[in-house]
């Protein structure tokens, strides 16, 4: 069992180069298996996440190469199957994406019930609901879901609730569907955006992706094409909080600022410096103390659900009370009670955490509850005092490609082992 243990207390310095999104990636993958001709994608992040969902691409009788500097082509001319039931993807969220990428090619698809991260129950409602107004039926049995139509024709689709996958995937079905379609109240997140643009680099004409109402006109087939994936906001953010938590000096290069700009206005209110390029932000928060502030995350441009544990984790060692509320999943604190073994001092009540600042963590070993939780541990750690272990760090792996390689380039003293020997060793080692 791999497991990150890390020495804390030095402030991470220097510069860090930013993955393809894993969010978009998810997306953008699902979706290239729509045409017959071969799809180049590049800055594809090489995560778990990623991994798992090529693997089921190629299950169902995609052709799939890995070529150097995460590109990645896919072609799905050769798909003979429509049932993706491999152990694996129920794991991971975004294998509904291919729900909506079968049922726009196939008019058919039968996909294990997606899994992802246990942060809060995560309906697919507004999805089939969706996929039912463009004409599909759908059941739900023995863990799978089916959904099957004679003809898409396109929809008039009001979504309940503001939901990324739900709006990627019906953009998906409904660029095969004949007719337009219209998506009202949809997601505006980057990687909405960046799936979006990728259906349109194959052929697809969406319009509006990016405000809360999007226009498909459906098309005949979707053609090859080269795509470049956008730049992860979400470990973007994360490093961004790593520089103000451990008090360090971190510029995050290969990045689109303006998808940063919730988490900057955050670092600033806590008196960090931030220094915006034309693709990279560098936080400043050397010799300086952080300042309370509240936060509350929403959907984009609001303060990202994904950045809330690392937010408070910096917040944990602020100066002052600040108050952290999570609006749109109901679990997403379980963190806590394994930063406490950190000295955090956080009080969970509903969806609020009442964080009373300390000084400095001190380490301890602590598990990844989740995906984002599990990195936000990792830089509590960094910033404690001594040692800490992080162990079922799996979850981070879903996310972060290199975590440790990058957080070591900053000066983090941090090693992945898979041994009681080496575990012994780099606290031998780092003293
Ligand atoms: C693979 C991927 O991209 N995952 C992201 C995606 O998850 P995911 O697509 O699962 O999240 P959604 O945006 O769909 O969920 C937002 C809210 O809508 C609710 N909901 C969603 C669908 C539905 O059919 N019915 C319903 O009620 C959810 O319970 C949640 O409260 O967006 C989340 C919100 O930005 C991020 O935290 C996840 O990292
Ligand atoms: C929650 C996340 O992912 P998923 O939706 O795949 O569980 C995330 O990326 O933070």
Excluded at 173 to 201: Q, R
Excluded at 277 to 302: M, Q
């Amino acid at each position: 069992m791999e497991q990150f243990v890390v020495k804390g207390g030095s402030p991470l310095n220097g510069s860090v180069s930013i993955g393809g999104a894993k969010n978009a990636a998810l997306g953008i993958l699902a979706a290239a298996i729509m045409s017959d001709e071969t799809v180049t994608i590049e800055n594809v992040p090489n995560v778990r996440d990623t991994r798992v969902l090529l693997q089921a691409i190629q299950g169902i009788g995609a052709k799939v190469k890995y070529l150097d500097n995460n590109t990645v082509e896919i072609n799905g001319s050769t798909i003979n199957d429509v049932v993706v039931d491999y152990d694996y993807i129920k794991k991971i969220r975004a294998s509904y994406y291919l729900l909506g990428a079968l049922l726009g090619k196939k008019h058919e698809s039968n996909v294990a019930l997606p899994g992802g991260c246990n942060i809060g129950s995560r309906p697919i409602d507004q999805h089939l609901k969706g996929f039912r107004a463009l004409g599909a039926k759908d059941d739900i049995d023995k863990g799978m879901v089916h959904v099957k139509a004679e003809h898409l024709v396109g929809a008039h689709i009001y979504f309940d609730v503001v939901t990324v996958g739900a709006t990627i995937n019906l953009m998906m079905a409904a660029c095969m569907a004949e007719g337009s379609t219209i998506l009202e109240n949809a997601a505006k997140e980057p990687h909405v955006v960046d799936v979006a643009n990728f259906l349109n680099a194959m052929g697809a004409n969406i319009k509006g992706a990016g405000t809360d109402v999007i226009r498909i006109k459906g098309v005949e087939s979707l053609h090859g094409c080269t795509y470049s994936i956008i730049p992860d906001q979400i470990e973007a953010g994360t490093f961004m909080m790593a520089a103000a938590t451990t008090h360090g000096d971190i510029t995050v290069c290969d990045v689109i600022p303006k998808h940063l700009e919730s988490i900057s206005a955050k670092l600033l209110e806590m008196g960090c410096t931030i220094i915006e390029g034309d693709d990279s932000v560098r936080v400043i928060a050397t010799d300086r103390t952080l300042k309370a502030t509240n936060v509350k995350t929403l959907p984009y441009p609001g303060f990202p659900t994904d950045m809330q544990p690392q937010m408070a984790i910096a917040l944990a060692v602020a100066e002052g009370n600040s108050m952290v509320t999570e609006s749109i999943f109901e679990n997403r604190f379980k963190y806590v009670d394994e930063l406490a073994r950190m000295g955090a001092k956080i009080k969970v009540e509903g969806n609020t955490a009442y964080i009373e600042g300390i000084e400095k963590f001190s380490g301890a070993d602590v598990s990844a509850p989740d995906l984002r939780a599990g990195a936000a541990l990792v830089v509590a750690a960094l910033s404690a005092d001594g040692f800490s272990v992080i162990d079922d760090i799996e979850y981070i792996q879903r996310g972060y490609e290199s975590f440790e390689k990058k957080l070591t380039s900053l000066g983090g003293n941090i090693e992945k082992v898979d041994n009681e020997r080496d575990l012994q060793k780099f606290k031998l080692k780092i003293g």
